[in-house]
């Protein structure tokens, strides 16, 4: 056994705290097995990329979908809001979605003023 911090060698002996450096070989592979089952590290190239341009688009339309009231891109917002994300960019694709919905309201406002307008 060796340690990972200070690279002491231990031999056959198994030992729970390095006499070294003071490493904690059972908090170190409590540690390691919490990264290795982290959800991101689990999923394919393909999804991988769609973890990232989903909220960024959703985010993107949201805000176009806020300045042309053209309900079309608050409906894409809305959708891309709502798919798997990963979890630092969660808040642009709760923004994106948020967007959305307002953009949707805008619109809608837009479209009946035009039709009120019109009579």
């Not at 300045?67 to 923004?95: Q, T």
């Amino acid at each position: 056994m060796k340690c990972e911090r200070c690279g002491k060698d231990f031999g056959d002996v198994e030992v729970e705290v390095c006499d070294e450096c003071g490493y904690n070989f059972e908090e170190g592979k409590r540690i390691k097995k919490a990264l290795n089952e982290h959800p991101e590290h689990s999923v394919s190239k393909e999804k991988a990329t769609d973890l990232i341009d989903y909220p960024i688009l959703s985010f993107i339309l949201g805000i176009l979908g806020l300045v042309v009231p053209f309900a079309i891109f608050s409906i894409i917002a809305i959708i891309l809001g709502k798919k798997e994300a990963k979890e630092r960019l969660k808040p642009f694709a709760n923004l994106g979605f948020v967007f959305g919905i307002i953009g949707i309201a805008v619109s809608s406002v837009v479209i009946i003023t035009i039709i009120i307008s019109l009579f």
